[in-house]
């Protein structure tokens, strides 16, 4: 009630004064409800003053720390400015000392020799050392070929350094990449084989079979191959990031092929259609939410990372779907060309 008889008030002052109220962020809540309710402006002292350039009054009322109100002068000539505290300042005007600001905008250009020894400290490198800065803006790091090609040059550039007998050490994230995807095609192989042997045995001491784990691991084996033939029909490269994902994708998918052939020999008494019936939509349903979980780095703006949605995802659907045919298939095959008892021991 006691804010309605202020702001009447106030909006009287300011029509009688042909003035309008233009606040900061930081005064006082009742003030920027005033400026507010009356027409006014409430933002950053920039836009304070441009505000009040744009606007008809011929009086503008500043609530806020010093200089903006000298801001609104200067971009407001013609205007009476008002302060609400002419004593009020902040750190960022204070410090602005006149004389220092007058020396640096009137500054004459300089080469080196007339630079600040202090300064030339600072900007220098060392006696025994090369600052060398690449910007190889216009190329794409997540393009294998790049980063080799940034690699090799770097190490041509080493190679002549050493020559001369100069010391020099790069530091850049491409060169570590190029490390990382030069582990990958010497470890990444025996490291995928011992992923798919540990599998295979887990499956063979679950199942106490070896003919059940080979049908169980080979929809797993077709949907890798066949992600593999599809990352390659729509141009999509391994890169350092990305790569990382496919032991996950073994993980995911030999779940689903685990789920299916125990229903099968557990609840179905081997019949793989009627696993397949009740279990299918689950199993698709178990492939979305994950599919879900990695479309959604699409949104990202780091290509790294959008590259692993789309490793991921052609990854899920295809070992998804060769999980929900090829297992059944395999398992309905298994029974008429190896007549050995399907009950397991318990």
Same mark, same amino acid.
């Given at each position: 009630?006691?804010?309605?008889?202020?702001?009447?008030?106030?909006?009287?002052?300011?029509?009688?004064?042909?003035?309008?109220?233009?606040?900061?962020?930081?005064?006082?809540?009742?003030?920027?409800?005033?400026?507010?309710?009356?027409?006014?402006?409430?933002?950053?002292?920039?836009?304070?003053?441009?505000?009040?350039?744009?606007?008809?009054?011929?009086?503008?009322?500043? &609530?806020? !720390?010093?200089?903006?109100?000298?801001?609104?002068? =200067? *971009?407001?000539? $013609?205007? /009476?400015?008002?302060? %609400?505290?002419?004593?009020?300042?902040?750190?960022?005007?204070?410090?602005?000392?006149?004389?220092?600001?007058?020396?640096?905008?009137?500054?004459?250009?300089?080469?080196?020799?007339?630079?600040?020894?202090?300064?030339?400290?600072?900007?220098?490198?060392?006696?025994?050392?090369?600052?060398?800065?690449?910007?190889?803006?216009?190329?794409?790091?997540?393009?294998?070929?790049?980063?080799?090609?940034?690699?090799?040059?770097?190490?041509?550039?080493?190679?002549?350094?050493?020559?001369?007998?100069?010391?020099?050490?790069?530091?850049?994230?491409?060169?570590?990449?190029?490390?990382?995807?030069?582990?990958?095609?010497?470890?990444?192989?025996? &490291?995928? !084989?011992?992923?798919?042997?540990?599998?295979?045995? =887990? *499956?063979?001491? $679950?199942? /106490?079979?070896?003919? %059940?784990?080979?049908?169980?691991?080979?929809?797993?084996?077709?949907?890798?191959?066949?992600?593999?033939?599809?990352?390659?029909?729509?141009?999509?490269?391994?890169?350092?990031?990305?790569?990382?994902?496919?032991?996950?994708?073994?993980?995911?998918?030999?779940?689903?092929?685990?789920?299916?052939?125990?229903?099968?020999?557990?609840?179905?008494?081997?019949?793989?259609?009627?696993?397949?019936?009740?279990?299918?939509?689950?199993?698709?349903?178990?492939?979305?939410?994950?599919?879900?979980?990695?479309?959604?780095?699409?949104?990202?703006?780091?290509?790294?990372?959008?590259?692993?949605?789309?490793?991921?995802?052609?990854?899920?659907?295809?070992?998804? !779907?060769?999980?929900?045919?090829?297992?059944?298939?395999?398992?309905?095959?298994?029974?008429?060309?190896?007549?050995?008892?399907?009950?397991?021991?318990?």
């Amino acid at each position: 009630m006691e804010y309605n008889k202020y702001l009447l008030k106030t909006k009287s002052l300011l029509k009688e004064n042909n003035a309008k109220i233009i606040a900061h962020y930081y005064v006082d809540e009742l003030v920027q409800r005033l400026a507010e309710d009356t027409g006014g402006l409430v933002s950053d002292s920039l836009e304070m003053a441009r505000y009040g350039a744009k606007q008809a009054q011929s009086t503008l009322i500043v &609530a806020g !720390v010093k200089f903006m109100g000298e801001t609104a002068k =200067i *971009l407001n000539p $013609d205007k /009476r400015i008002y302060m %609400l505290d002419m004593e009020a300042t902040c750190s960022l005007d204070i410090g602005c000392d006149y004389e220092n600001f007058k020396k640096l905008v009137s500054v004459e250009p300089f080469d080196e020799n007339q630079m600040p020894q202090n300064l030339f400290k600072k900007l220098r490198a060392g006696d025994d050392y090369l600052f060398l800065l690449f910007s190889p803006a216009d190329k794409n790091f997540f393009r294998v070929e790049n980063i080799y090609k940034l690699e090799k040059e770097v190490e041509a550039l080493k190679q002549k350094m050493v020559e001369k007998n100069i010391k020099i050490a790069v530091l850049n994230e491409n060169l570590i990449a190029a490390k990382i995807l030069d582990w990958v095609k010497e470890k990444g192989p025996r &490291a995928m !084989v011992l992923a798919f042997i540990l599998v295979f045995l =887990i *499956l063979v001491v $679950d199942l /106490r079979s070896v003919h %059940l784990s080979v049908i169980t691991f080979m929809p797993l084996f077709t949907g890798l191959a066949l992600t593999g033939a599809l990352m390659s029909v729509f141009n999509i490269k391994l890169n350092f990031i990305n790569i990382v994902m496919l032991p996950s994708i073994v993980g995911i998918m030999i779940d689903h092929c685990i789920y299916l052939i125990h229903h099968i020999l557990d609840y179905s008494k081997g019949s793989s259609l009627k696993s397949l019936q009740e279990t299918g939509s689950a199993i698709i349903l178990s492939a979305l939410t994950s599919l879900a979980g990695y479309v959604s780095l699409n949104i990202a703006h780091h290509a790294g990372v959008r590259s692993i949605a789309s490793v991921v995802g052609i990854g899920i659907i295809t070992c998804t !779907v060769c999980a929900l045919f090829m297992l059944p298939a395999l398992f309905e095959l298994r029974k008429h060309n190896f007549p050995f008892v399907l009950s397991r021991k318990r």
